[in-house]
């Protein structure tokens, strides 16, 4: 499975920006996907996941200001972000959890991320 990532950029601060990740290749299923991101000099950190269902949830630094959706004809997730502000710069990363015939286990894997860079 291949996760493109798309959306990133340079933005002002109280802008907005959209991401997507779009999976392709051998695909049975996809449950969960989300978004992640690391700032320089920091570790990883969830931003937010979105299950089959439809159920999110989302970090607190982010709430009220991003909106993760999915599109599973398309097999991608999206984060529109709103209201940015210069601490949310950083690399964003997707993922899914995924599985190629029913008698595969699920695996998780990640896009390559892409930048995000708000200015004060």
């Known amino acids: 499975v291949h996760l493109q990532a798309s959306g990133g950029g340079l933005v002002q601060a109280g802008g907005s920006l959209r991401l997507s990740c779009a999976a392709s290749?051998?695909?049975?299923?996809?449950?969960?996907m989300g978004w992640y991101r690391q700032a320089p000099g920091k570790q990883r950190e969830l931003v937010a996941t979105?299950?089959?269902?439809?159920?999110?949830n989302y970090a607190e630094f982010v709430k009220g200001r991003f909106t993760i959706s999915r599109d599973n004809a398309k097999n991608t997730v999206y984060l529109q972000m709103n209201s940015l502000r210069p601490e949310d710069t950083a690399v964003y990363y997707c993922?899914?959890?995924?599985?190629?015939?029913?008698?595969?286990?699920?695996?998780?894997?990640w896009g390559q991320g892409t930048l995000v860079t708000v200015s004060s």
């Open positions: 993922n899914v959890a995924s599985r190629m015939t029913p008698q595969h286990r699920e695996y998780v894997y």
């Open positions: 979105i299950t089959g269902g439809g159920t999110t």
């Open positions: 290749g051998i695909i049975f299923s996809i449950s969960a």
